[in-house]
């Protein structure tokens, strides 16, 4: 569940259309200024609230959310479970100060793809938001680890969905170790582009947005063993 800088294919040629959400209008200027300096990447509005961010998600429909978690009035945590609630299929990418345990699982339970501090370097937020948008997972070894391990704690055991297919659950649990797609369709025998459809299934059956989801989703329900997870 690391961040990927791997190319997507699925992205190739298209442009990722993006809202970013902080109460700081200086942060949002420099980000909005990093961001528009790709080509793959356009800043389509902004919201300085969890209100508004709901508001402007609603009406924008972005690909991904930048997410601040400290916000007047509702904050981050509130603004993504309102959002996610409403376009199951759309990436929220933390951007925060704060690097607490708490925030960090309440955001991922509120069904964020990614957490990332903002003392990140340039080419780790734009591989996060590249990797986000293409239902990848964007969160550090270190992060991913804990959340998996506090997740797995409260895991209780239920029968596979049937709606799952054995190589689709198969591709869940390698999933949950960190394995990119193209690492996935090398243990697998198949291609990367078989492992992308079998995971745009695996979201479309469970109705999450992304791996993240996905692998959280499998771990509290205890189809996935934790001591599998490298």
């Known amino acids: 569940m690391d961040i990927s800088t791997e190319a997507q294919p699925a992205l190739r040629g298209r442009t990722i259309s993006l809202l970013l959400v902080d ?9 909005r200024e990093l961001l528009e300096g790709e080509s793959d990447l356009r800043v389509v509005g902004e919201a300085d609230s969890g209100q508004s961010a709901v508001l402007r998600a609603r009406e924008l429909r972005p690909d991904v959310i ?10 981050g945590i509130e603004a993504t479970k309102l959002i996610k609630a409403e376009r199951p299929g759309v990436g ?21 793809a990614g957490y990332l501090l903002k003392n990140a370097g340039e080419e780790e937020l734009l591989g ?19 959340v998996l391990t506090r997740f797995s704690a409260q895991s209780s055991p239920s029968p596979v969905d049937e709606s799952l ?17 193209k690492e996935i369709a090398r243990d697998l025998d198949i291609s990367p582009r078989t ?32 001591g599998t997870v490298e």
């Open 128 to 146: 996060a938001v590249r990797a986000v948008a293409a239902g990848e997972s964007a969160l550090t070894p270190a992060v991913a680890r804990k």
């Open 165 to 181: 297919s054995p190589r689709e659950l198969e591709v869940l649990r390698i999933a949950a170790t960190g394995r990119t797609n």
């Open 23 to 31: 109460d700081h209008p200086v942060v949002r200027k420099g980000t």
């Open 92 to 112: 929220v990418l933390v951007l925060t100060s704060y690097d607490d345990d708490a925030y960090v699982f309440a955001l991922l339970e509120a069904g964020a």
């Open 66 to 75: 930048l997410m601040d978690v400290s916000m007047p009035g509702m904050n």
């Open 195 to 226: 492992v992308q459809v079998h995971l745009a299934n695996i979201f479309s059956k469970l109705d999450v947005g992304s791996r993240t989801e996905a692998v959280l989703y499998g771990i509290k329900r205890g189809w996935i063993d934790i």
